[in-house]
């Protein structure tokens, strides 16, 4: 043995699987968290349905996403939530690569090495607000 990990497809799989119904869990109880709190402050209030309002812009950027969950703010907790549920397959296709990786499947790693890439580049690029 040499100390490596046993890398097989399957547990692989497993693991990939379980990241992928941590990343959804997580992502629903930061969301359910955001919502609870925004309908105990704001639950009463009129709607006005006359005029859409989309989110404030400091929820439209992960610093102020993060500075209005630190402040306890419902919508940017539920913001941090959808934010959480899109980097879940992100998350997913990064630990692919390290398993090619660890089963020495260099063709495998460079194809998800390139739809990693693709992925960062549609969330990060073209002024996104990531």
Not at 7 to 17: L, P, Q, Y
Not at 110 to 127: E, H, Q
């Amino acid at each position: 043995m040499t100390g490596k990990p046993d890398w097989t497809d399957r547990r692989i799989e497993e693991t990939v699987g379980n990241l992928l119904r941590g990343g959804v869990l997580l992502s629903a109880v930061v969301v359910l968290t955001g919502g609870v709190i925004y309908l105990v402050r704001h639950g009463f209030s009129p709607a006005d349905y006359g005029m859409f309002r989309g989110e404030p812009p400091d929820y439209k950027s992960l610093p102020g996403i993060f500075r209005g969950a630190i402040g306890l703010r419902g919508r940017a907790i539920i913001q941090l939530g959808l934010v959480l549920l899109i980097l879940t397959p992100v998350a997913r296709v990064a630990f692919s690569i390290i398993g090619f990786l660890e089963e020495e499947d260099h063709m495998y790693a460079g194809f998800t090495v390139f739809v990693l890439v693709i992925l960062l580049y549609s969330l990060l690029g073209a002024g996104s607000a990531f």
